[in-house]
């Protein structure tokens, strides 16, 4: 079972949002609303400029970079919340024998900070975040080296995530691909990647599991 972190397992948006405001502004570059910002979330940073600022700007990635990552230092971690569901969730796939991996952006390093702050080290068997890949999502890159991991095929895997570059990415893996809609993709939105559930937020997993066992 991979599952993404940001939207599907936790809210780090008032960090993330944070974050590139500050670079936005540290740029020189337009300021954009919360709410555009928290849209962005589950993209690579140098993507995520680019959808914020243009693709005119593409060449100030680096320097995004560099400072969205010296304010999240400082913020990202204390301002993520794990959501209630997610200890018991990743428990109870465990009980299932699930194999469990959590797949994203993020940089794994924060995520590990995370889990540990919250002593839920030991309900996930490997993470790949954003240092671990050259490609991120939608590239394969991140879901084959989850796999790889965890010794599990493709044709084994789940991929649980809220947004369209998960799904994407779950197509280019050639992963079943199971959608969340506690982030800011609609239901509709996933339709043309054909999941094979669309639940409201992970509390839903494991009961959807179940059924789909019986």
């Given at each position: 079972?991979?599952?993404?972190?940001?939207?599907?397992?936790?809210?780090?948006?008032?960090?993330?949002?944070?974050?590139?405001?500050?670079?936005?502004?540290?740029?020189?570059?337009?300021?954009?609303?919360?709410?555009?910002?928290?849209?962005?979330?589950?993209?690579?940073?140098?993507?995520?400029?680019?959808?914020?600022?243009?693709?005119?700007?593409?060449?100030?990635?680096?320097?995004?970079?560099?400072l969205f990552m010296q304010r999240a230092d400082e913020i990202?971690?204390?301002?993520?919340?794990?959501?209630?569901?997610?200890?018991s969730t990743l428990e109870a796939l465990g009980q299932l024998g699930f194999r469990r991996a959590i797949v994203s952006t993020?940089?794994?390093?924060?995520?590990?900070?995370?889990?540990?702050?919250?002593?839920?080290?030991?309900?996930?068997?490997?993470?790949?975040?954003?240092?671990?890949?050259?490609?991120?999502?939608?590239?394969?890159?991140?879901?084959?080296?989850?796999?790889?991991?965890?010794?599990?095929?493709?044709?084994?895997?789940?991929?649980?995530?809220?947004?369209?570059?998960?799904?994407?990415?779950?197509?280019?893996?050639?992963?079943?691909?199971?959608?969340?809609?506690?982030?800011?993709?609609?239901?509709?939105?996933?339709?043309?990647?054909?999941?094979?559930?669309?639940?409201?937020?992970?509390?839903?997993?494991?009961?959807?599991?179940?059924?789909?066992?019986?």
């Open positions: 079972m991979l599952l993404d972190f940001d939207y599907t397992l936790a809210d780090s948006s008032a960090g993330a949002v944070d974050c590139m405001r500050h670079a936005l502004a540290e740029l020189g570059l337009p300021d954009m609303a919360p709410e555009t910002c928290a849209r962005t979330i589950g993209l690579s940073l140098p993507d995520t400029l680019t959808a914020l600022a243009g693709a005119e700007h593409a060449h100030l990635a680096p320097g995004f970079v560099s990202m971690v204390p301002r993520t919340v794990v959501y209630p569901e997610t200890p993020k940089y794994r390093f924060r995520i590990e900070q995370v889990l540990m702050r919250d002593g839920l080290t030991d309900l996930v068997e490997t993470i790949v975040g954003g240092e671990d890949v050259a490609a991120h999502k939608p590239a394969p890159d991140a879901l084959y080296l989850a796999l790889e991991r965890v010794r599990v095929s493709a044709k084994e895997a789940l991929y649980v995530g809220d947004s369209l570059v998960d799904a994407q990415a779950a197509q280019a893996a050639e992963l079943a691909f199971v959608a969340v809609t506690s982030g800011h993709t609609s239901a509709e939105a996933f339709a043309p990647y054909s999941p094979l559930a669309v639940l409201g937020g992970v509390a839903e997993l494991v009961p959807w599991l179940t059924d789909s066992q019986a």
